[in-house]
């Protein structure tokens, strides 16, 4: 596929039409429908209303007023489909740092350039739509119920270095709820059957696909990730700011099908212990539940430590000093390790012992 080919702006198609790169910059949402970006329109628009017009009703005492997590969530939305622009572009304009084949992502039989049939995609589309009712309700939900979880901006603050240990923790915390939370929805078999079997529709993922799971899927995320993260390792005012940003962008990146120094934020930890690039996730959605490996959100530290790295193939250009080991001991395919692991109510352990803490930490 050369640069003058572009995804097309309509949800989904059979054929690659020529076009140009600004194509790529569509005001639609990732499942490309217009009724999914009205509704968002909407509710954002609702809240800012209600922020402008009533701040001493509305604003929280401890949390950013309320008008400031309205214009985040523009800005996030913004920041989702112009990096996911960007990701598109790379994946049509360097074929040669894909993930996978060329070969791979030619459109077959009906479907769509990850793989999908007609009906899987309207199901999606169908759970998009609840997953911004459902994401935008629970926003709003924490920033009422959940006073200082939104945190406001302060005169001082503490020294530089522990405000970005306090990042650093706040995601590993992040991705340990959700890499317990991922790994038993593929060992569970009725909720891979039910639930994240949508995600793993996409074989072959652009970033486009990033969040097009069961919206429930999403949801629970929201919750073992960000929320209990924030709960448990609160961050300042622009950590936390600075903590979405890297985490939109490394969710998208590790669905862009390219694995390359493209990938910003994977690329600015690609030389830290454990780190992962979008090939390592890339391999988690071929072949049957995903391969079940590499469940982590955030950096490799989880997957290595329970036995579920793998390398699988990729671009030169992007592999990691842990991939050559992997390569040089001849683990590039290895086996899981401790499958004991897989028992179910093994993995939500973990899921339940934060669930705990974070109640806790609320409430006493």
Same mark, same amino acid.
């Given at each position: 596929?050369?640069?003058?080919?572009?995804?097309?702006?309509?949800?989904? /198609?059979?054929?690659?039409?020529?076009?140009?790169?600004?194509?790529?910059?569509?005001?639609?949402?990732?499942?490309?429908? #217009?009724?999914?970006?009205?509704?968002? /329109?909407? %509710?954002?628009?609702? &809240?800012?209303?209600?922020?402008?017009?009533?701040?001493?009703?509305?604003?929280?005492?401890?949390?950013?007023?309320?008008?400031?997590?309205?214009?985040?969530?523009?800005?996030?939305?913004? %920041?989702? $489909?112009?990096?996911?622009?960007?990701?598109?572009? /790379?994946?049509?304009?360097?074929?040669?740092? $894909?993930?996978?084949?060329?070969?791979?992502?030619?459109?077959?039989?009906?479907?769509? =350039?990850?793989?999908?049939?007609?009906?899987? =995609?309207?199901? *999606?589309?169908?759970?998009?739509?609840?997953?911004?009712?459902?994401?935008?309700?629970?926003?709003?939900?924490?920033?009422?119920?959940?006073?200082?979880?939104?945190?406001?901006?302060?005169?001082?603050?503490?020294?530089?270095?522990?405000? *970005?240990?306090?990042?650093?923790?706040?995601?590993?915390?992040?991705? !340990?709820?959700?890499? #317990?939370?991922?790994?038993?929805?593929?060992?569970?078999?009725? &909720?891979?059957?039910? @639930?994240?079997?949508?995600?793993?529709?996409?074989?072959?993922?652009?970033?486009?696909?990033?969040?097009?799971?069961?919206?429930?899927?999403?949801?629970?995320?929201?919750?073992?990730?960000?929320?209990?993260?924030?709960?448990? @390792?609160? &961050?300042?005012?622009?950590?936390?700011?600075?903590?979405?940003?890297?985490?939109?962008?490394?969710? %998208?990146?590790?669905?862009?099908? /390219?694995?390359?120094? !493209?990938?910003?934020?994977?690329?600015?930890?690609?030389?830290?212990? !454990?780190?992962?690039?979008?090939?390592?996730?890339? #391999?988690?959605?071929?072949?049957?539940?995903?391969?079940?490996?590499?469940?982590?959100?955030?950096?490799?530290?989880?997957?290595?430590?329970?036995?579920?790295?793998?390398?699988?193939?990729?671009?030169?250009?992007?592999?990691?000093?842990?991939?050559?080991?992997?390569?040089?001991?001849?683990?590039?395919?290895?086996?899981?390790?401790?499958? #004991?692991?897989?028992?179910?109510?093994?993995?939500?352990?973990?899921? *339940?012992?934060?669930? &705990?803490?974070?109640?806790?930490?609320?409430? %006493?």
């Amino acid at each position: 596929m050369s640069c003058s080919e572009s995804v097309n702006s309509e949800p989904y /198609v059979d054929h690659i039409p020529p076009g140009r790169y600004h194509q790529h910059f569509s005001s639609l949402l990732f499942s490309g429908e #217009w009724l999914a970006t009205g509704l968002e /329109v909407a %509710l954002l628009t609702s &809240l800012t209303s209600v922020a402008v017009t009533h701040p001493y009703l509305v604003n929280v005492p401890g949390s950013m007023p309320l008008l400031e997590l309205a214009l985040a969530m523009w800005f996030f939305s913004a %920041l989702r $489909r112009f990096y996911n622009s960007y990701l598109e572009a /790379v994946f049509c304009c360097f074929p040669q740092f $894909r993930t996978q084949p060329v070969k791979e992502h030619e459109l077959k039989n009906r479907k769509d =350039l990850v793989g999908r049939e007609p009906g899987q =995609l309207q199901k *999606i589309a169908e759970h998009d739509r609840l997953t911004l009712v459902s994401q935008f309700l629970l926003d709003v939900a924490i920033y009422f119920l959940v006073p200082g979880y939104y945190p406001a901006a302060l005169s001082s603050y503490p020294p530089m270095y522990m405000r *970005i240990g306090s990042m650093i923790a706040n995601h590993y915390v992040m991705s !340990f709820g959700m890499y #317990w939370m991922h790994r038993a929805l593929h060992v569970n078999a009725w &909720l891979w059957r039910n @639930i994240h079997s949508l995600h793993h529709w996409a074989k072959h993922p652009l970033s486009r696909t990033t969040y097009q799971d069961h919206w429930f899927d999403n949801f629970g995320n929201a919750i073992v990730g960000h929320f209990f993260a924030q709960v448990l @390792i609160p &961050l300042d005012h622009d950590f936390f700011f600075i903590s979405r940003i890297i985490r939109v962008c490394e969710s %998208l990146e590790k669905h862009s099908g /390219v694995s390359c120094w !493209f990938n910003m934020a994977h690329s600015l930890q690609r030389y830290f212990p !454990f780190a992962q690039m979008p090939h390592h996730h890339d #391999w988690h959605h071929e072949g049957h539940k995903g391969c079940n490996y590499t469940f982590s959100s955030l950096g490799g530290l989880w997957d290595c430590l329970f036995g579920t790295r793998k390398t699988g193939r990729h671009p030169l250009a992007a592999e990691t000093p842990r991939d050559r080991d992997m390569a040089a001991a001849d683990q590039k395919t290895g086996g899981r390790k401790a499958l #004991w692991m897989d028992n179910p109510w093994v993995c939500f352990t973990p899921v *339940i012992i934060l669930t &705990l803490m974070v109640l806790v930490k609320i409430y %006493l």
